[in-house]
């Protein structure tokens, strides 16, 4: 514990990587885990949420946003969330990269987050790029058209076989010109090349990483120097009371500014 303090304390960029785990505190389900959004399916999540199902059967696929959108309904952030955007605001530099699409960490306030995979918050068209930045997700169809074109609306998130959003994968090679030297992990399998990648990048370097879950992936701790087996919503609180208390007691530089008031 007191290496991955020292390390927060002497950080110049910190990158948080969050997946569906950090999420669960507020109510919404994981993707892989017991009970999570992917299972009890007979139709593999890989097909029915393909690119190609969308194309050729998209009732099928939007049977899927359905179950997603009920789940997000009236969800606010948790503790993991809130305390995240805290520490954004008193490290020098922090990134989130984050493979949810439930826009929670920037309800909590956090600045600098990178969406790799969209965010279902708004409904587009593929076709004619008619958008609705704030639909009723109650009150929709089973299979909402485009009020222009009639082509079958969706959320702007990545379906498998999809491509990464341009911006956020910009962003997310843009986060490498200050390179981060803490990478931590929260309630995310690292599935994906393109998200284990910043650890083994980060291990290879020397710089400190760490994954905060209950049951981390076997595939990830090998890239983790640190293995913090709690629930983010328990554990990131004290984490940012060590923080401060650390920080608080560091020398500070001539013109130092830093509010050091914060509830915890």
């Known amino acids: 514990m007191d290496a991955l303090l020292q390390a927060f304390c002497s950080s110049k960029h910190t990158l948080f990587i969050t997946g569906s785990g950090i999420s ?7 993707y892989r885990g017991v009970g999570g959004l992917y299972q009890n399916n007979f ?7 393909s690119e190609f ?9 939007w049977g899927h946003f359905h179950k997603v959108l009920r789940n997000s309904e009236h969800v606010k952030p ?14 020098p530099k922090v990134t989130i990269l984050t493979q949810n ?3 929670l960490h920037q309800d909590a306030g956090s600045k600098n987050v990178i969406e790799i995979h969209g965010s279902a918050r708004s409904l587009v068209c593929p076709k004619c790029s008619w958008k609705d930045s704030s639909p009723n997700f109650k009150q929709l169809p089973r299979l909402p058209k485009c009020p222009k074109c009639d082509t079958v609306l969706r959320p702007p998130v990545v379906l498998f ?14 986060m490498y010109d200050i390179e981060p030297d803490l990478v931590v992990g929260i309630g995310t399998t690292a599935m994906f090349q393109y998200i284990l990648e910043p650890f083994q ?15 981390p992936a076997k595939h990830l701790t090998p890239y983790c120097k640190h293995v913090v087996r709690e629930t983010a919503e328990t554990f990131l609180p004290y984490l940012f009371k060590q923080v401060v208390r650390d920080i608080s007691a560091m020398p500070k530089p001539n013109g130092w500014k830093k509010d050091l008031t914060f509830s915890c």
């Not at 999809?162 to 910009?170: F, K």
Request: aromatic share 8%.
């Open 24 to 30: 669960t505190a507020s109510g919404l389900p994981t």
């Open 53 to 61: 199902i969308f194309r050729w059967w998209p009732s099928l696929t």
């Open 161 to 174: 076989g999809g491509y990464l959003p341009d911006q956020a994968v910009q962003a997310m090679e843009g």
């Open 43 to 49: 139709i593999p999540p890989e097909i029915r949420m």
């Open 101 to 103: 699409v439930d826009g």
């Open 201 to 215: 990048r980060a291990y290879a370097m020397g710089h400190c990483t760490a994954i905060i879950d209950p049951n």
């Open 78 to 91: 948790n503790q993991a969330h809130i305390q995240l955007a805290k520490i954004e605001s008193f490290l």
